[in-house]
C-alpha cells in the first residue's frame, strides 16, 4: 500500500517532467517549422537541404541537452508539394523516477510532437521603383538601408540564383531612366547618353513591346522613346532588370546618388516594363519575366517618391529656315528655304496633382493595376496633402498598399512591411 501511495504521489513528478519536455519540444519544432517555410518560400530546396536547416533552427531553439540527441534523431518531415504544406515531428522518452517503481508502471513516457505549416509555391517578380531625384540628397543612405532590408527578406542570403524564386528589377530614376545599353535600342540610336525618357502615341499607356508597329508611324517618327536628359542618373545606377542574384542587387543600390528633376511616370513605366513578358525581347534571358497568365507567379511593384512631378517630354515639330537669296532692286527680298524636323523636347512645369507628369503618372498605374500587377506606393514626406503623397496614394493598388513615411525610420519600417506583406501574401494565396 505504502509503495501504491507512493507511485500515486511521484506520478505528478513524472507527468510534469513529460509535461515540460512537450512543452520544450514544441516551441523548438514550431521555430524550425516556421522558419523552414520562410525558406521554402523564397527558395527551391533538396531534401538534404531541408533536413540540414530542421537540424540547425531546431537545435537552437531547444533548451534541453539531455534529450537533444534523441529528438534530432527522431526529427521528420513529410513535404507535400502539391498543397505546400510541410508536416514536422520528433518524439523523446522521459525516464519514470516513480511510476516504474516495483513495476507498476513504464520505465519511460514518450512525448510525440508534430506541427504542420504552409509554405508559399509561388514565384515573385517584383520591381523597384525608386526616387533618386536631387531632392534625395540627404536620404540616399536611408533609401539604400530600406532597399537592402527588403532583398534580405525576399532573397535572403541562404538563396542562390539557381534556387530563389524571388526576381527583383531595380530602376532608379529621376527625369529619366539609364537603359545603358539597352537604350541604343529602344531609341532606335537616338540616346547618346545611354538616358530614355516617355513615348507617345497609342503606345504610351501600354507594355506593348519597344518596337510596336504603330498604326500612325507619324506618331513616333523614327524613334519610340525620347533621349532623356544630362540629369538623367548616371552610369552606375543603370536599370537592372529582374534578377536573383543578390550581389547583383546589392551592389546596384550600394551605387545610387541623387540628381535631377522627377518625371515618375517615366520611372514607373520603366518599372511596369521589366515585369511585362511583352517586353521579353528586349532583356536577357534570365531576366524575361512571365506571362501574366502563369498562376504561379505573382508580379508587385514598389514606387518611391519624396517630391511631386515636375518634367515630361513630348515630340515636338520646329521648322529651321535658312536664307537661300535675294530678288529685286535695292537688296530685293529675301527668299528662305525651311525644314521641318520632330525631335523630343524636355518640358519643365511647377509641381502638382493634375499637371502632365502626375497625370501620365497616374494613367500608367492604373495600366499596371488592369494587367495584374501589385502596386505599393511610399511617399517619403510630411505633408500628405502633397502631389507626390496624393500620387502615391492613387497609384496604390489599395488602401492599405499606400505608405507615408515622415522618418528615415518610417520609410525603412515601410520598406520591411512591404516584403512581409508579400511573404505573407505568398502564404494565403
Not at 527668299?335 to 524636355?346: F, L
Not at 500608367?364 to 496614394?393: E, H, P, Q, R
Request: glycine fraction near 8%; charged fraction near 20%; aromatic fraction near 8%.
Amino acid at each position: 500500500m505504502f509503495l501504491l501511495v507512493t507511485v500515486i504521489a511521484g506520478s505528478r513528478i513524472d507527468f510534469a517532467r513529460a509535461v515540460n519536455l512537450r512543452e520544450k519540444l514544441s516551441v523548438a519544432l514550431d521555430a524550425s517549422a516556421l522558419s523552414l517555410a520562410v525558406e521554402l518560400s523564397s527558395s527551391t530546396l533538396t531534401d538534404a537541404q531541408i533536413a540540414s536547416a530542421l537540424s540547425e533552427v531546431f537545435t537552437a531553439n531547444f533548451d534541453d541537452s539531455t534529450y537533444l540527441s534523441t529528438a534530432l534523431s527522431n526529427l521528420s518531415y513529410s513535404l507535400n508539394t502539391s498543397e505546400g504544406t510541410i508536416a514536422i515531428s520528433t518524439k523523446a522518452a522521459v525516464g519514470t523516477s516513480f511510476i516504474a517503481l516495483g513495476g507498476i508502471g513504464p520505465d519511460t513516457l514518450t512525448v510525440d510532437v508534430n506541427t504542420e505549416v504552409a509554405y508559399s509555391q509561388y514565384e515573385v517578380e517584383l520591381a523597384l521603383v525608386l526616387d533618386v531625384t536631387g531632392s534625395m540628397k540627404n536620404d540616399i543612405d536611408t533609401l539604400q538601408e530600406a532597399t537592402e532590408d527588403l532583398v534580405d527578406t525576399l532573397i535572403p542570403s541562404t538563396s542562390t540564383e539557381d534556387t530563389s524564386k524571388v526576381k527583383i528589377s531595380i530602376v532608379p530614376y529621376s527625369q529619366g531612366v539609364n537603359l545603358g545599353s539597352y537604350a541604343t535600342t529602344v531609341s532606335n540610336g537616338n540616346s547618346s547618353s545611354n538616358c530614355v525618357t516617355e513615348r507617345v502615341g497609342e503606345a504610351q499607356y501600354t507594355d506593348d513591346a519597344y518596337n510596336y508597329t504603330p498604326d500612325d508611324a507619324s506618331a513616333v517618327k523614327d524613334t519610340y522613346f525620347g533621349g532623356g536628359s544630362s540629369s538623367c542618373p548616371d552610369s552606375d545606377m543603370k536599370l537592372l532588370p529582374l534578377t536573383s542574384d543578390r550581389d547583383d542587387l546589392m551592389d546596384k543600390i550600394d551605387d545610387l546618388d541623387d540628381g535631377g528633376g522627377t518625371a515618375g511616370q517615366t520611372g514607373i513605366a520603366w518599372g511596369w516594363y521589366t515585369l511585362s513578358p511583352n517586353w521579353s525581347n528586349l532583356w536577357p534571358t534570365d531576366s524575361q519575366p512571365s506571362a501574366y497568365s502563369d498562376d504561379d507567379v505573382l508580379k508587385f511593384a514598389v514606387i518611391m517618391t519624396d517630391g511631386d512631378n515636375n518634367a515630361y517630354y513630348d515630340l515636338k515639330e520646329t521648322q529651321t529656315c535658312t536664307q537661300t537669296g535675294t530678288s529685286g532692286k535695292f537688296g530685293g527680298t529675301k527668299t528662305y528655304t525651311c525644314t521641318t524636323s520632330t525631335k523630343w523636347t524636355a518640358y519643365s512645369e511647377s509641381e502638382g496633382y493634375n499637371n502632365t507628369s502626375s497625370t501620365r503618372a497616374r494613367t500608367l498605374c492604373d495600366a499596371m493595376k488592369d494587367a495584374g500587377i501589385t502596386i505599393y506606393g511610399v511617399y517619403f514626406g510630411t505633408s500628405s496633402s502633397s502631389a507626390g503623397a496624393k500620387n502615391m496614394s492613387s497609384c496604390a493598388s489599395s488602401s492599405d498598399n499606400f505608405y507615408q513615411a515622415s522618418s528615415s525610420t518610417e520609410l525603412i519600417s515601410a520598406f520591411g512591411n512591404i516584403a512581409k506583406t508579400i511573404q505573407a501574401i505568398r502564404l494565403i494565396k
